[in-house]
């Protein structure tokens, strides 16, 4: 399996930006998939994540009410639309996909990173002020 992460770029504070995760080598469309992100010198944190049926989301509080997640099955392809965006949001963003199909599980499990087996290579966001 294959993640490909794409739509990072480098924008002013309270623009917005889309990025895309891609998925290759096999369907991810029965798996929890999510967000995490990475800033220089900092741990990968959770930021957003979205169950098998699409029916639930979560957010990390800091993003919450800017950042919104969603998938698209058809295409195998998971977004993360990004508004509002602050000069914090700067980070490398990656995209991360449950090997198990159909499952679903508390919030706590679907913000930490053990939970997730595949990942993809990240996508750079600079957020300027």
């Known amino acids: 399996v294959q993640l490909q992460a794409s739509g990072g770029g480098e924008v002013q504070a309270g623009a917005s930006l889309r990025l895309a995760c891609a998925a290759s080598?096999?369907?991810?469309?029965?798996?929890?998939m999510g967000w995490f992100r990475q800033a220089p010198g900092k741990e990968r944190e959770f930021v957003a994540a979205?169950?098998?049926?699409?029916?639930?989301?979560y957010y990390a509080e800091s993003v919450k009410g800017r950042f919104t997640i969603s998938r698209d099955d058809a295409k195998d392809t998971v977004y993360l639309q990004m508004d509002s965006l602050k000069p914090e949001d700067t980070a490398v963003y990656f995209c991360?996909?449950?090997?198990?199909?159909?499952?679903?599980?508390?919030?706590?499990?679907?913000?930490?990173?053990?939970?997730?087996?595949?990942w993809g290579q990240g996508t750079l966001v600079t957020v300027s002020s």
């Open positions: 991360a996909a449950d090997k198990r199909r159909r499952t679903t599980y508390s919030e706590y499990y679907y913000k930490t990173r053990s939970l997730y087996d595949y």
């Open positions: 979205i169950s098998w049926s699409g029916s639930i989301t």
């Open positions: 080598g096999q369907t991810l469309s029965s798996n929890v």
